[in-house]
């Protein structure tokens, strides 16, 4: 059975328990082989991640640039296992508790003046998605790197300066 099959019976499979994002995560982020799945972005937010992935750093956390697949200025990745930046992500679903309404500081950190919506992933690792801002990004870090919020404070200066905050 060829590892792409294996990927869509996963995902079939997972998509009562878990997100289709969380799949993605586990499915492509978790094997180090680089695979990771594009955002379907809109033209804004895709014109937004452009800038965003031109002032992207070489290093984050101290790990080093690497290639993924399929190439696209909608991710980066760094290190292996890796560390993975999606830019046009949609919206999270995250709900304030008792409620049914989306709350962009629910379970949020500053980092270096970038709201992050924080959320622990199941296996391990946390995925970061930026709040307030026109074009969701989203950083998964593998439990490898702990305290896994370090990447955001090599990564705050390129999202301030190319993604506007909402007004």
Same mark, same amino acid.
């Given at each position: 059975?060829?590892?792409?099959?294996?990927?869509?019976?996963?995902?079939?499979?997972?998509?009562?328990?878990?997100?289709?994002?969380?799949?993605?995560?586990?499915?492509?982020?978790?094997?180090? $082989?680089? =695979?990771?799945?594009?955002?379907?972005?809109?033209?804004?937010?895709?014109?937004?991640?452009?800038?965003?992935?031109?002032?992207?750093?070489?290093?984050? $956390?101290?790990?080093?640039? =690497?290639?993924?697949?399929?190439?696209?200025?909608?991710?980066?990745?760094?290190? $292996?296992?890796?560390?993975?930046?999606?830019?046009?992500?949609?919206?999270?679903?995250?709900?304030?508790?008792?409620?049914?309404?989306?709350?962009?500081?629910?379970?949020?950190?500053?980092?270096?003046?970038?709201?992050?919506?924080?959320?622990?992933?199941?296996?391990?690792?946390? =995925?970061?998605?930026?709040?307030? =801002?026109?074009?969701?990004?989203?950083?998964?870090?593998?439990?490898?790197?702990?305290?896994?919020?370090?990447?955001?404070? $090599?990564?705050?200066?390129?999202?301030?300066?190319?993604?506007?905050?909402?007004?």
């Amino acid at each position: 059975m060829s590892s792409r099959r294996r990927v869509v019976l996963l995902s079939v499979s997972a998509v009562a328990c878990l997100s289709a994002t969380a799949v993605y995560v586990f499915a492509y982020h978790g094997t180090g $082989d680089g =695979r990771v799945a594009v955002p379907a972005a809109s033209a804004k937010a895709s014109a937004i991640c452009g800038r965003l992935h031109a002032s992207l750093p070489a290093k984050v $956390d101290g790990l080093s640039r =690497r290639a993924l697949e399929p190439a696209s200025r909608l991710t980066a990745g760094w290190g $292996d296992p890796t560390v993975v930046l999606r830019c046009g992500v949609p919206r999270p679903e995250v709900l304030t508790p008792g409620s049914k309404t989306y709350n962009p500081t629910s379970d949020a950190a500053d980092v270096n003046g970038v709201s992050w919506l924080v959320q622990q992933l199941e296996g391990g690792g946390y =995925r970061f998605t930026t709040t307030g =801002r026109t074009a969701f990004v989203e950083v998964t870090v593998p439990t490898e790197y702990a305290p896994e919020v370090n990447p955001l404070t $090599d990564l705050a200066a390129a999202v301030k300066r190319t993604v506007p905050t909402e007004l």
